[in-house]
């Protein structure tokens, strides 16, 4: 498999309303509504495209308590959405504007229009239209009635990371199967981006890595991302990484069945949490065959070896 953004996770203050904007006002699919399999209290949502594949999946934990993300550098900063055209940027530009969601209206950054805007908690978020050479019908959207077809968002585009040393993540990223593109300016500031491809037409990402000494750390809080995931193929590829980080001396979260999809969990010399997750894994269709409007609705989804629990945690 190509290099590919696998998941971004997400945490947000309420579930209810971090549900109603993504599958109700975004239109993305409600793959499963489940827990977070370290902390049980906690719920954690996962949202797809039609087909739930990787590069499309993005997930949310909800943490009631705690103070919101501070701005700054050393962070996962902004996660950025492919739709099919430039035409779809002014659909949802007006579409934010009734649903009274805070967007920044259509600009440029990279040679490319680009619409940023704020989901639940001001987590940062944008869309963009398919490049040139990408093939709308490599993607398969979940279609909703508030959103056409023509203009439905259809998975991960690119992340925007914020650090101090960017040479030292596109390193980490480099040894994962990304290629390096191009520099270019964040917007019209004077901080360098290194954009990194994965040279993918069939689902091209981009990792785009702002260079930023100026600004404080950030603090990470309630609507920050938690964690970017990248992908490989299989179980092997993910036992190699594992022995090269224990090789460099990288403390690890070793090797963890998520039932869904297998994974490891590291942080990066920026001190991002980067997980390495498989294209693989077991997921029942029982998970999103409903796809109500209404939280209450749906039912909590449990992997296999938490049904034991089941009881407890839905009291």
């Known amino acids: 498999m190509p290099a590919r953004i696998h998941h971004i996770s997400i945490v947000n203050r ?3 309303p971090t549900f109603d904007f993504y599958h109700n006002i975004l239109g993305l699919k409600l793959l ?31 943490v009631q308590e705690g103070n919101n993300q501070f701005f700054g550098t050393n962070t996962i900063e902004r996660t950025i959405l492919k739709v099919p055209s430039e035409a779809s940027l ?10 009274g969601v805070c967007h920044y209206g259509i600009e440029s950054f990279s040679g490319r229009p680009i619409l940023r805007f704020e989901g639940p908690d001001a987590t940062q978020l944008a869309l963009v239209p398919l490049r040139e050479f990408e093939d709308i019908d490599d993607y398969f959207p979940y279609v909703t009635d508030q959103i056409p077809t023509e203009h439905a968002i ?26 390096h593109k191009e520099y270019v300016s964040f917007f019209s500031g004077h901080q360098r981006v290194t954009i990194l491809e994965n040279q993918d037409t069939q689902f091209y990402q981009e990792v785009q890595i702002i260079q930023d000494r100026e600004n404080p750390v950030a603090i990470e809080g309630i609507g920050s991302v938690h964690h970017v995931a990248f992908g490989v193929e299989n179980k092997s590829d993910l036992q190699r990484i594992d022995k090269q ?62 049904n034991f629990i089941r009881e407890q945690v839905e009291q």
């Open 14 to 16: 309420f579930i209810r």
């Open 32 to 62: 499963m509504k489940t827990i977070n399999q370290d902390d049980h209290t906690m719920y954690h949502l996962f949202f797809s495209d039609n087909h739930h594949r990787v590069g499309t999946e993005l997930t949310f934990f909800e």
């Open 90 to 99: 002014h659909f949802w530009e007006i579409y934010f504007e009734i649903q």
């Open 154 to 179: 259809l998975g991960i585009d690119a992340i925007q990371l914020r650090v101090q040393y960017s040479d030292a993540t596109e390193r980490e990223l480099l040894s994962v199967g990304w290629q």
């Open 245 to 306: 980080l224990q090789e460099r001396n990288f403390i690890n979260s070793g090797i963890k069945d998520r039932e869904f999809f297998v994974s490891l969990y590291y942080r990066d010399p920026n001190q991002l949490l980067i997980e390495i997750a498989t294209g693989e894994g077991n997921l029942d269709a029982k998970a999103y065959e409903n796809q109500s409007p209404r939280f209450e609705e749906i039912p909590l989804f449990l992997p296999q070896y938490l």
